[in-house]
């Protein structure tokens, strides 16, 4: 089954940036601006952390930003800290398959 | 508070069936979508299903159809997944996760589901 393409892994150092990218295509990211990302720690349910791009639920820290080109979209942590250390997951409304993930990307800060 | 409580999971033989629920708390259940999201141990998020808020619609992931139902009780504030001639590869984690135009704001902890012989 197709989902979105992301790296397996990143890293950075605590106060660096990172970026995530999200490949997807003109039938799901392309086409709609319901991009979200998930943040899961291990063993933890994942965590809204970015929606409809770049919007950031209420208690989610403006270190975390998205952005949408085309059919990538990409998720960028600013000034990196330890407990930012997760796996991350983006989604997309995919139209009459509602809903796609990515394979997710393991952040580590070093 | 939001809480979403996963129940139901366990070990299931190939070709068996199980039923899952989530007790829902914290928002006005009957006026939203609700949706079931699975995780195979290592692997990523899997959408599975997903029914109205007065649960006239449901859709399922290809995966799934045929083999799974979603259903909700709003007057129960819950949520069900019936799991029948389930397979090898339903070996999940099954979370269930309130929906907000296609992004997912709450989510339970999860429930796990076994298959195996």
């Known amino acids: 089954q197709s989902g979105l393409t992301q790296p397996p892994s990143a890293s950075g150092s605590p106060g660096q940036s990172v970026t995530i990218s999200c490949t997807g295509t003109?039938?799901?990211?392309?086409?709609?601006?319901?991009v979200s990302w998930y943040q899961q720690h291990p063993y933890k349910a994942p965590k809204l952390i970015l929606f409809?791009?770049?919007e950031r639920p209420s208690g989610v820290p403006d270190r975390f930003s998205g952005s949408k080109s085309g059919n990538t979209a990409s998720l960028t942590v600013s000034g990196l800290q330890a407990e930012d250390e997760a796996d991350y997951y983006c989604?997309?409304?995919?139209?009459?398959?509602?809903?796609?993930f990515g394979g997710g990307t393991k952040l580590t800060v070093l | 508070e939001v809480q979403l409580v996963e129940s139901g999971g366990g070990l299931v033989q190939p070709g068996g069936s199980l039923r899952l629920s989530c007790s829902v708390s914290?928002?006005?259940?009957?006026?939203?979508?609700m949706t079931w999201v699975r995780q195979a141990p290592g692997k990523g998020l899997e959408w599975v299903a997903k029914?109205?808020?007065?649960?006239?619609?449901?859709s399922y992931a290809d995966s799934v159809q045929g083999r799974f139902t979603i259903s909700r009780d709003n007057a129960k504030n819950s949520l069900y997944l019936q799991m029948s001639n389930v397979r090898v590869e339903d070996t999940a984690m099954y979370y269930c996760?309130?929906?907000?135009?296609?992004?997912?704001?709450?989510w339970g902890q999860g429930t796990l589901v076994s298959v195996s012989s």
């Open positions: 409809e791009v770049n």
């Open positions: 989604s997309s409304h995919a139209g009459t398959k509602n809903v796609i």
């Open positions: 029914t109205w808020p007065d649960g006239s619609g449901k």
């Open positions: 914290g928002f006005t259940f009957s006026r939203h979508y």
């Open positions: 996760a309130k929906e907000e135009w296609y992004r997912y704001d709450y």
């Open positions: 003109n039938s799901d990211i392309g086409a709609y601006n319901h």
